[in-house]
């Protein structure tokens, strides 16, 4: 069995069976298929696609109730999609076990749709992808070629971010979609335990690009030593954090509007850490964003990490190609959304040095799909 694990459901075993099995099962279908068959069931998923799209959009996943059925009358008038298309789209994502006709016109939910009917979060995940990011995807060749920045702004004319500053319900979708993607496979468990955050005693933790304050939160209420302060740009997302549920860590989060390619504010932290925020980027504004970090470590006390906390992109086919197609994906949203990309160790290592050779790695977890880099800047005290 090959290498370690992408996601979350089991624990170690249970993940690197379940990607081995993957490509067992991969590799059969694709030997009873035959090449032909398997790239028009591949090419024509963005249909499949486009029937995920309107489920999501016109909420099928909660017009369904989850204990019996729904006629399909009913559910279109609900959905405000008129019966025929809305018949059209039900069945073709029964094929995929979604729903599933339990007489004629009636549906009901399957293990698969109920699960994106009980999960907000990851149903805006699925939302935002199937919306504003697969608009840039469809448009990818062709920003290659007319060579704009990214495909994103060939399709939508401006920025990830000056869209989402200006729709702020896209915004706020944007931050709860990233609440669910988190919890099914970018999860905490290396910045939880890579760093030992119940021997620091009270601490103040600056979490950098924090989006809603999520994972601040998360942290918080695992470690009551910890006192965070949660940073972004966008008022929108920060005010979704500053609003929701902050029970058991109540005066113990502060929410800050700023922007991380100007210094840093807070100069007196015991941690800082960045999560899924570099990968965003392109070198030259990470090294921008690493060179503000570094101002303000350099007043803290000798010692303080910066925790980068990202997908260690790993080597070629180190992983089973199930793990490995997982990765690449995000590598691929970040190349359509962003006109980024993700890093290897060897890509951390000289960003870092560029943006100040005082930068040293200290420590390295880069076996899941999530990695953990401890940085320090060294000054002559340090
Ligand atoms: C992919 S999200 C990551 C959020 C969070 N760290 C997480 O792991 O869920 C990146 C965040 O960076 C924020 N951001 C983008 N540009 C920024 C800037 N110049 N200054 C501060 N935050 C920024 C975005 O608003 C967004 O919330």
Known sequence: MRNQTTGVRGDKTYNALRNSLNDTANDLLLLVNGPKIQARKDVCKIHDLAAFQVAFHLDFFNTIPEAGSMHLRDIAQKTGCDINRAGRILRLLTTHRIFREVERDIFAHTSYSVALARDPELKAAGDY??????????????????????????????TVYDYYAANPAMAARFAKGLVGITRLDRQMTELITGYPWAEIGDAKVVD?????????VELARRFPNLNMVVQDNNLDILNQGATRDLTGVEGRMAFMEYDFFTPQPVTDADVYFCRQVLHNWDDASCVKLLRSAATALEKCRPGTPLLINETVQPEPGTRTRFEENLIRQNDMLLLVAFGAKQRT????????????????????????????????????TA
């Open 208 to 216: 950098i690009g924090a989006g809603n304050g999520h994972v601040s």
């Open 345 to 380: 160790e060897e890509d951390y290592r000289a960003l870092l040095e560029q943006a100040d050779p005082r930068f040293k790695i200290v420590k390295v977890c880069s076996e899941g799909s999530m990695g953990l880099l401890e940085v320090h800047l060294q000054t002559n």
């Open 129 to 158: 992808q199937l919306d504003e990011v697969s608009k840039a995807a469809s448009e990818c060749s062709l920003s290659f070629q007319t060579g704009a920045k990214t495909p994103f702004e060939q399709r939508h004319g401006m």
